[in-house]
């Protein structure tokens, strides 16, 4: 156990670190992209100065973001071998197109952005300036595909002979493709990076404003960043609903555990902290029925009849149902007698379904920590509704041109930055988190699916890339800092 868990802090410290850079790239291409295209139609200096200034502090954010996603990949071949060798059929083809498609598209139209403003069109450029955000936007899609799987296992089957989870057709792959787990991740996490985009603009122009430096660009800036962020807030809600929904049914245990319901029922109520409650909503916002049938940790545990009237077997029915899967896998494999070969495989079939179930050791090992879920998702909703608030504040200090006078409400701007970056991070803890012990939903627990290693070289390699990452962050930070320092390339106005 001491390498499963080792395991998971690692990997998850991994991919806490990558997503500190993935929603600023999703949210500064949007940004800088309106700001070129404003240069083009308007053909005017001040836009193209104001992003090339982005676009800069777009690139610093880019290179570091690369370096982690690199790890991050390596990390399912040295620490979850066995999970990359069950899934390595399906999980590989769409982390295959991430980098054959869109990364390369990203690295190719990203130089002509930053290197080519001399060099071609106005036009040629803002098309450069697009398609870099576009394949990044296409880039996070696929890697989504491959995480939306893991949560929704659809599209593919279990070969007993490789035992691997396999495509076995194109309609397989359109399937993978449009799980709509996936669909619902990547709207969410895309959403959430112009959030964070949106709120980063704001906020640096805000200390700008607090410097009385680069007053208009400021401004301007402030406009779109504000513009961006709240639209994506917006997108970010709806979102969230289809993802409530998909987690109501496919995922029930982590609706529950977020919810922290130890027991449902029809016309459950919204937890909003522990004590307030809203009656009916939480059935609402997971069925989309005002008094749908929501399963709390024990009806899943006990087993329970959802809204289309399937019976769900219990947990224990099911780690039953799964060593009978497991053992018949076994008979299957040992064996050249082909009617003992049959019969073991008519009894996988009829139970492959649950065949993860069959490594747990017991029923409550199916009960995410209630705790860390529950109020992650809360910190993510209050966050999310507060940034929302400011960037709407902001906004309303532009239109009644109140910047000026409202200082709280630049240096609130401010505060957000970090607090953006809290906010999905705490999103994260409950999308990854609220899924355990599955690193493929009813398929494979983690224990399962974690390579050979010792503890002490897992240990080893943590605090390494605790290192490495601190360092990278650090360095980020500071050449950020020395860019928005140093400022953009217009004329600095006081007010």
């Known amino acids: ?34 700001m070129e295209t404003l240069y083009v139609v308007k053909k005017d200096e ?18 570091v973001g690369i370096a982690t996603g690199i790890i991050l990949e390596f990390e399912f071949g040295t620490n979850w071998s066995n999970y990359s060798w069950f899934v390595g059929d399906m999980f590989g083809a769409p982390l295959a197109i991430e980098g054959i498609l869109a990364f390369f ?44 799987w893991m949560q929704n296992p659809v599209g593919t089957t279990f070969n007993p002979d490789t035992v691997r989870s396999e495509m076995a057709s194109a309609a397989a ?82 609706l529950a555990a977020a919810e922290g319901l130890e027991d449902g029922g029809n016309g ?33 545990l006990n087993g329970y009849t959802d809204n289309e009237g399937h019976v769900i077997p219990s947990v224990a029915e099911k780690m039953e149902m799964g060593r009978k899967a497991l053992d018949a896998l076994a008979v299957y494999r040992s064996t050249e007698d082909p009617a003992v070969r049959a019969d073991a495989l008519e009894v996988l079939n009829a139970n492959v379904q649950y065949m993860g179930y069959g490594h747990l050791e017991k029923a409550e090992d199916v009960v995410p920590p209630v705790g860390v879920v529950f109020w992650a998702f809360r910190l993510m909703i209050g966050l999310g509704m507060l940034i ?41 803890v409950v999308a990854e988190v609220g899924r355990q012990p599955w690193t493929i939903q009813g398929l494979l627990p983690v224990n399962v699916a974690i390579s050979s290693l010792s503890a002490g070289a897992v240990k080893t390699t943590f605090f390494i890339f605790l290192a490495v990452f601190a360092l990278f962050l650090a360095i980020e930070i500071r050449i950020l800092v020395r860019a928005i320092g140093k400022g953009p390339e217009v004329e600095p106005e006081n007010i």
């Open 105 to 148: 598209m990203e690295a190719t139209f990203f130089a002509v952005m930053f290197f080519g403003w001399n060099k071609v069109s106005p036009k040629f450029h803002l098309a450069s300036t697009w398609l870099t955000g576009i394949g990044a936007t296409i880039s996070a899609y696929w890697i989504l595909v491959a995480n939306g």
């Open 268 to 300: 459950a109520a919204f937890t909003i902290v522990p004590g307030i409650k809203i009656p009916h909503m939480l059935s609402l916002l997971a069925t989309h029925d005002w008094n749908g049938y929501v399963p709390g940790i024990n009806d899943i």
């Open 173 to 254: 792959f359109w399937e993978v493709i449009t799980n709509p787990v996936a669909v619902s991740k990547f709207c969410h996490s895309v959403t959430s990076g112009w959030v964070t985009g949106g709120i980063f603009v704001v906020g640096v122009s805000a200390w700008y404003l607090l410097k009385r430096r680069h007053v208009e660009f400021a401004r301007k800036s402030m406009l779109v960043g504000a513009i961006v962020g709240l639209v994506g807030s917006g997108a970010v809600m709806l979102s969230g609903d289809s993802s409530g929904v998909h987690a109501a049914e496919f995922q029930p245990m982590k």
């Open 1 to 34: 156990m001491d390498v499963v868990i080792w395991s998971r802090i690692q990997f998850a410290m991994t991919a806490a670190y990558h997503w500190l850079f993935v929603p600023l790239t999703l949210g500064l291409a949007l940004v800088m992209a309106v």
């Open 46 to 63: 001040f836009w193209k100065k104001t992003a090339q200034f982005w676009i800069k502090l777009f690139a610093i954010n880019f290179a």
């Open 388 to 428: 929302a608030l400011v960037l709407l504040l902001v906004l309303i200090a532009i239109w009644k041109d109140k910047l000026g006078a409202w200082k709280w409400l630049l240096w609130a701007a401010i505060v957000c930055i970090p607090l953006v970056y809290i906010c999905g991070q705490s999103g994260w």
